[in-house]
């Protein structure tokens, strides 16, 4: 087997310097690696290989491998020489190397994925790195949905593949392009100033807005939303400088989205969005806890023609706040759209309004249910509601 891999008989071995026959590098500096069996014999101890060590074959031909070497002595313990015992791991470290990359980076683009990302924004944060000047760049597609609604996501992924390539070439070696997951994707442009960094998003804003994606007989344009952060001494974690990316990203796409948008920290537009993702939380919880409630108020006619008619009421909403206070709806609808959480809501309203009738609906009362929250309008004998008078 030593013959086998080193590509020398033991014939012609014979005499031989011992790194000609035993040629071995790091695998990743290329470097000639220190010979075990010179540490063994110069120590005087068992040694062994250090990782990511190949071994070079007369022939060329590279072998992963793993070895220890050891020192041979007489009766009077005096050191005679060294006994080496080294095996081929190519196949399990091509493996390793084949699970450590798929857990690092995105199947379908093949660019790394969020954790990834993180890892390298994580060291940039780290002491030593925190006087120089990078920026992050947090990319998110407009009308992708387009296509994959219209297309399938077999279009969607092959859109995202392209656009990736696309991306790609307007960046420079030393950067790090990354799918964090859906249609967003994020750009870590090392030491780069501010004004360098915005022009190369413009760059790629420019050249998503003017690509053209095809599919069998469908031609689609697509744009982007760019928000840019700057990675310095100021930034605290890595969870501070991607929310910083992100909501300068959301006021890309509220200013009109396919455009540039960098983060500053008094931000109007920055501010508001942080209170309404502050929301957003507030109303997840309520919703896990049931913390929201539901009145009825009659609706009142102003003539005596009205006030004969039949009672109307609508069903306002509130959210109960931690300390029991009530929350009007003008405050947590705004976020609840923005973050999707209406659907959530329009659900709880209906299905607890129903639930708190003591008898089923008239057909009239349904025609008049509106169906839209955060109130409902509807006809009904009072003593037909359990819902508390506003």
Avoid at 175 to 183: C, E, K, P, Q, Y
Wanted: aromatic share 8%; charged share 25%; hydrophobic share 40%.
């Amino acid at each position: 087997m030593a013959e086998q891999l080193t590509g020398w008989t033991a014939t012609t071995a014979q005499g031989k310097p011992l790194p000609e026959v035993f040629q071995i590098i790091h695998e990743l500096t290329r470097q000639p690696a220190e010979n075990p069996v010179e540490q063994s014999l110069r120590e005087g101890c068992v040694t062994g290989l250090a990782n990511h060590t190949v071994l070079i074959s007369r022939d060329g031909t590279e072998y992963s491998i793993e070895d220890s070497a050891a020192p041979i002595r007489d009766r009077e313990g005096r050191m005679i020489g060294a006994v080496m015992v080294f095996h081929d791991v190519t196949q399990s470290r091509e493996l390793q190397q084949q699970l450590s990359w798929q857990a690092s980076h995105d199947a379908l683009t093949d660019l790394p994925n969020r954790w990834q990302f993180e890892q390298e924004l994580t060291i940039l944060l780290d002491n030593h790195y925190r006087h120089q000047h990078h920026v992050l760049c947090y990319l998110d597609l407009d009308q992708f949905k387009v296509v994959n609604d219209a297309c399938g996501h077999i279009a969607g992924d092959e859109l995202l593949r392209q656009v990736s390539r696309l991306i790609k070439g307007h960046i420079r070696a030393a950067d790090t392009l990354a799918r964090l997951g859906g249609d967003e994707f994020g750009i870590l442009l090392r030491q780069c100033w501010v004004p360098d960094a915005k022009a190369l998003a413009e760059n790629i804003r420019a050249a998503i807005h003017n690509f053209r994606f095809i599919w069998q007989d469908k031609n689609f344009s697509i744009g982007v939303s760019i928000g840019l952060a700057v990675v310095d001494e100021k930034v605290r974690t890595l969870a501070d400088i991607l929310g910083a990316a992100d909501a300068a990203c959301y006021a890309a796409k509220n200013r009109g989205r396919n455009r540039v948008h960098i983060y500053q920290a008094d931000d109007a537009d920055l501010v508001r969005q942080r209170g309404e993702r502050r929301w957003s939380v507030r109303i997840k919880q309520a919703l896990e806890a049931q913390r929201f409630c539901l009145y009825r108020q009659a609706i009142a006619g102003t003539t005596h023609a009205d006030q004969a008619a039949p009672v109307h009421y609508e069903v306002l909403l509130r959210m109960i706040d931690d300390d029991g206070s009530l929350i009007a709806p003008g405050l947590f609808i705004p976020a609840a759209e923005r973050y999707d959480l209406m659907t959530e809501i329009d659900s709880w309203v209906v299905r607890t309004f129903f639930e708190a009738l003591k008898t089923p609906v008239s057909v009239r009362a349904r025609r008049l249910i509106t169906g839209a929250s955060p109130c409902i309008l509807l006809t009904s004998l009072e003593s037909a509601l359990a819902i508390p008078s506003f």
